[in-house]
């Protein structure tokens, strides 16, 4: 179905099952251990081998030589594959490096051989055996030297640049400025689970069992790469743990399994060792980000300028830190710019809110920082300066998508198009009371308790709601039961449970009578996980499904009896009705049963209205008076986010976020050796994130709104918004705490500590 | 990991003659750091002794009024000891402080001790070090440096002791009890056990080849406030960037061992008698002839500060 009106009343209004709070679906597989991840599938295929795979030892650079001779020799290896043996290879259209390194190296830990072996251990042992003669070049690995040389490039379908008045004038007779430079760290997603593939092959036809976000694109790239059909890759994902990203396009595992399985002629598991997972995958970008707010004394913004650099491989997009500066805060001056430079670091790409998370960490301290120059409450500085529509919004430059690669075509442009709703103020309003806003001493440094010494900070959270199309099929079958497939992902984001609501409210059947199937490519192709767009897509990709049910189904019933009122049907407790004639859906599905399968496709809604989630972050802290440790004491997101189709996995989604920004402020590093061009500490000893005893009490609230410009589900994506805005609050709380700005992210007690206000 | 030969021990002085017969053998106890390292070929034994079996864990009153603590006693085990909990609080509460509840279920007392670096260049074999290839150079000096040491370092390895408890252990003056190959017994006072660097990083104790370690002996308890305090980025799990251990008495004199500032647990005996002075007489001693690097230079200032603040604690 095409969605190019706003949606009116329809079934999921009812919210018997959509918008409560069920537990998800599949906890009990998880919490029994008996969800099939893709390392566990022992038992999908006979024979399965242990692939180990080696990653260069430097960043830059030729391999010389490779002598395999005596891991060859080593018990129990099969096959050892390298670019020598490995066929001809093309890059995947979402990759920027290649999977498959030799002899030129890209980057540290690019994947250079995948060692066959009978047991992992033989694989693993083997791989040492490998001695590899290198010719080191030199390399570009620091961004701040490197930032001079950045270019602009398109990103996401929107242009690295823009401008709108006069920025530099008004800036310059402004009343009251700021001009601050942030940075932000290198970040590595570092999900639970490793990336990790069984391939087999049955002739000339893959299948692999994976751990993927994005089913068809890992199709596409896995056909693109090994020069083969669409149509003979077969990808399985239903169970994923975790990804944020790293995940959404092919990785070396897949492809070293699937070439690995080619040579060996066995099936082969490869899991990622996690201390290669850093430098072997992807990463989100450090950048440096420049801030210019000019604004009245009544703290009118009249210019706002945000500058970004971020760095990649050559071909690889920005960390675009700059993007939301254009819809968040009026202001009739403005200028954004997002640019890039070559780095010869591991490949850069998404990491959960792509551009607002490291965006918004910098802006939302610099709109602290203004609020305090013009003496103004933080929250009243926000609230001053909402806007109701886009105070900045550039034309589109030609689509970059590298699945259609069609130009966009030349469609009319409102440079300043409304929100289809927003309420940050109604946020920032709501979490004040709650949290007890009013309790915070705007001068920094007064309030203690004990040795700590205490702070509060606030930061707007904001994430552009992206909806794409998704398709899906539903097999009602003579029991009445429905099962729904999809090659939609769960990520652990509870995309099983809220697909099953959705099935559950539309055909009117309880959620026992509901089987959801998932990340398997032979299901219909939907949005995927990715950029908080996979929920609400995803669901009204199978409201469209089960509409076509429901009319297949009102057809039989009319088939039934004549005069049943096909417009006035119902679908309730198992039933299909009008007036007073009702049918069993297991009796009209009979015994063959029935099948529909549609797709919800997106007109211009989204070009005509800007579609958004919001948010407020509130963030006590405590700061150690005497070492500068910082600790998180209270957390409070009030988010504005659509309708919430499930408020106990809408929760989830959104304390995770904030505890991954937990980790952004206070201590997620990849720290670069600029010798040797590489992130040092790639394993989880090294790489702190968060751990339970740095996470305290999280409340989130979200407000009761429905969009019916994004989707009949009148829904929006909320698993990244929650991230986006969090660091800053905690920044802003360490502020409050001790009158120590950081604008280097993490803050980490060592750029406190010789400010500390207490000397000792 | 290379593949292996494994046994088990059956007695202490057995297992001492067999590594020190064997070339490329090794003690194996709980494993949490030789497993890890094994498996990324630092750590290459082609024999393993497994010494679990020898019974070393029992927790007793020494006569001469202190506390004998078999080599095999698990962490947890210890920290959760009554006599240990009563008498050397710092023990128990710098136990508590490392790794986490399951590592401390599996590691033992002595593997503890001798546990080796976490410094990241040491664990990744592409890189230079002089711990793993002696000769090779230092990758951590001129790279990233901010967990390393700052005091006792040489120009061939800054890397830290990473534990906890050897710093409890060195403030209590504990000695390690031995079995050499030869079956003879021997004490070795725990501040002459861990080596700093020098020029052979790679030799970090004064073990004999074959010598193993079967009990750790405290001495009789000193009383006064027990403090254990480890600053890190994060609050649990992680390395210390600094820590502190003292026992401080009522008049204000105490002792004072530091964690995360040198190749072995830090202690200065002269620096203590400063301690009624304050924290910035005692760390400009404890810390003097410091060299540090442009990542963890703020170490320096970081221990006088975490001192101030355990003998603010100790004062109550």
Redesign the interface.
């Known amino acids: 179905m095409k969605f190019d009106t706003p949606a009116t009343n329809n079934p999921i209004d009812q919210l018997k099952v959509v918008g409560q709070p069920v537990s998800r679906i599949d906890g009990p597989l998880k919490t029994t251990g008996t969800a099939p991840y893709a390392y566990d599938r022992h038992d999908v295929v006979p024979n399965q081998a242990y692939g180990y795979v080696l990653g260069s ?2 960043a830059k650079g030729r391999i010389d030589s490779i002598n395999l001779a005596e891991a060859k020799e080593s ?1 129990g290896v099969i096959a050892i594959v390298t670019a020598e043996n490995a066929g001809k290879l093309s890059k995947g259209d979402y990759n920027t490096a290649l999977l498959l390194g030799g002899p030129e190296i890209q980057h540290y830990h690019q994947a250079i051989a995948v060692v066959v072996a009978e047991t992992f ?1 033989q694989a ?2 083997a791989a ?1 055996l490998i001695h590899v003669n290198y010719s080191r070049a030199k390399g570009s690995f620091d961004l701040a030297s490197e930032k001079s040389k950045g270019v602009p490039k398109d990103v996401f379908g929107t242009s690295s640049e823009s401008s709108v008045g006069n920025f530099d004038k008004a800036f310059s007779t402004a009343k009251v400025r700021l001009d601050n430079t942030y940075t932000t760290a290198h970040e590595s997603h570092s999900m639970l689970e490793p990336h990790a593939s069984v391939a087999a092959w049955d002739g000339d036809q893959l299948t692999i069992w994976t751990s993927n976000q994005m089913i068809a694109w890992a199709v596409g790239d896995m056909a693109k790469t090994l020069g083969v059909a669409k149509e003979k890759i077969r990808v399985i994902s239903p169970y994923i743990g975790g990804g944020f990203g790293a995940k959404l396009f092919l990785r070396s595992d897949a492809l070293m399994a699937a070439l690995a399985s080619r040579v060996a002629r066995r099936p082969v598991k490869v899991s990622l060792q996690r ?1 290669l997972i850093p430098n072997n995958t992807v990463h989100r970008s450090a950048t440096i980000q420049r801030i210019r707010i000019g604004a009245n004394r009544d703290g009118k913004i009249t210019a706002i300028g945000h500058e970004s650099w971020s760095g990649n491989l050559p071909g690889g997009g920005p960390e675009a830190g700059a993007l939301q500066t254009r819809a968040l805060y009026a202001g009739a001056n403005r200028m954004t710019s997002n640019r890039v430079s070559h780095l010869d670091l591991p490949e850069a790409n998404a990491m959960r809110a792509p551009n607002e998370a490291p965006g918004l960490a910098a802006l939302e301290i610099a709109m602290d920082e203004m609020a305090e120059k013009l003496d103004m409450d933080p929250i009243q500085f926000r609230i001053k300066n909402d806007t109701q529509i886009v105070p900045d919004y550039p034309p589109r430059p030609a689509s970059n998508d590298p699945q259609t690669k069609k130009p966009e075509k030349n469609e009319p442009h409102n440079p300043h198009p409304p929100f289809s709703i927003r309420q940050l103020s109604k946020c920032f309003e709501i979490g004040a009371e709650r949290f007890g806003w009013d309790k915070r001493l705007s001068k920094p440094g007064q309030l203690s308790d004990g ?1 700590w010494m205490l702070g509060m900070g606030v930061a707007s959270a904001f994430r552009d709601n992206v909806v794409t199309k998704s398709a899906a099929r539903v097999i009602l079958d003579r029991r009445g039961h429905l099962t729904v497939e999809t090659d939609m992902t769960d990520i652990g984001t509870g995309s099983y449970t809220i697909i099953a609501q959705t099935a559950a409210e539309m055909m009117g059947l309880p959620l026992e009578k509901i089987t959801v199937r998932l990340g398997d490519s032979s299901f219909p192709v939907s949005a995927g996980s990715g950029g908080q767009w996979g929920g609400n897509s995803s669901t009204s990709g199978v409201y469209a499904a089960c509409l076509k049910l429901r009319d297949a189904i009102a057809l039989l019933a009319k088939g039934q009896k004549s005069e049943f009122n096909i417009t006035d049907a119902v679908f309730t407790d198992g039933f299909i009705r009008s007036g007073s004639h009702s049918f069993l859906l297991a009796e009209l599905a009979g015994s063959r049963g029935l099948v529909a399968e549609d797709a919800i496709e997106f007109g211009d809604l989204d070009k005509r209205f800007q579609q958004s989630t919001f948010g407020a972050h509130f963030v006590e802290v405590g700061v ?1 008076r ?4 910082i ?1 998180v004491r209270r957390m409070l997101a009030v988010c504005a986010a659509g309708r919430i189709l499930n408020p106990k996995t809408a929760r989830s989604q959104v304390i995770g976020a904030m505890t991954m920004g937990v980790g952004a402020a ?2 997620e590093s990849l ?3 600029k ?2 061009g590489y992130f ?4 989880l ?2 790489y ?1 994130v ?5 996470i305290p009490h999280q409340e989130v609230i979200f407000l009761d709104e429905t969009d019916p410009i994004s989707s009949p589900m009148k829904a929006k994506g909320v698993g990244e918004l929650g991230i986006c805005g969090a660091a800053a609050a905690v920044a802003n709380a360490i502020y409050n705490a001790t009158g120590v700005r950081v604008r280097d992210y993490p803050i ?3 750029k406190l ?2 400010k ?1 206000p207490i000397k ?1 | 990991m290379k593949a292996f030969t494994y046994d088990r021990a059956t007695s202490a002085a057995e297992a001492a003659s067999a590594v020190a017969k064997t070339t490329g053998s090794k003690f194996i106890a709980g494993g949490t750091n030789l497993l890890d390292l094994m498996k990324l070929q630092i750590e290459t034994p082609s024999h393993l002794i497994d010494i679990n079996d020898l019974g070393l864990d029992q927790i007793e009153p020494a006569t001469n009024g202190g506390l004998r603590i078999g080599a095999l006693v698990r962490n947890t085990d210890l920290a959760a000891n009554e006599y240990v909990r009563r008498d050397y609080a710092v023990l128990s509460r710098a136990l508590l402080a490392g790794a986490s509840g399951q590592l401390r279920n599996q590691a033992t007392t002595a593997g503890n001790l001798l546990q080796r670096t976490r410094c990241p260049y040491f664990y990744d074999t592409n890189m230079p070090c002089n711990k793993r290839e002696p000769g090779r150079g230092c990758s951590a000096l001129g790279g990233y440096s901010r967990m390393h040491a700052i005091v006792g370092i040489s120009d061939a390895c800054i890397a830290t002791h990473p534990s906890d408890m050897a710093v409890a252990m060195r403030l209590l003056d504990a000695t390690v009890e031995t079995v050499r190959s030869n079956g003879l017994t021997r004490t070795i006072p725990i501040v002459e056990l861990h080596r700093l660097p020098g020029n052979t990083p790679n030799i970090e104790h004064t073990l004999e080849p074959g010598e193993l370690i079967t009990a750790v002996l405290l001495p009789k308890p000193s009383g006064g406030t027990h403090i254990y305090r480890k600053v890190r980025d994060r609050a649990s799990y992680a390395f210390a960037l600094v820590s502190v251990a003292a026992i401080i008495q009522p008049d204000g004199s105490g002792k004072v061992a530091l964690g995360g500032v040198a190749h072995k647990p830090w202690r200065v005996e002269s620096a203590e008698r400063k301690l009624q002075r304050g924290s910035k007489a005692v760390t400009k001693e404890l810390l003097a002839n410091a060299r540090t690097t442009h990542d963890n230079a703020f170490k320096v200032q970081l221990v006088e500060r975490t001192l101030a603040s355990v003998l603010n604690d100790a004062k109550g």
């Not at chain 1, 005497?626 to 440790?629: D, L, P, V």
């Open positions: 030892a430097i018990p251990e693993r042992s040492h201390a040795r150690d005497f070492t500068a440790e600790r206070l201590m720290e670069v050796d010798r040797f040092v500490n790639h394993d000893a090294g702190e968060p751990v339970h005893a740095d980490t007690l060592d500590i010789e500390m000792v």
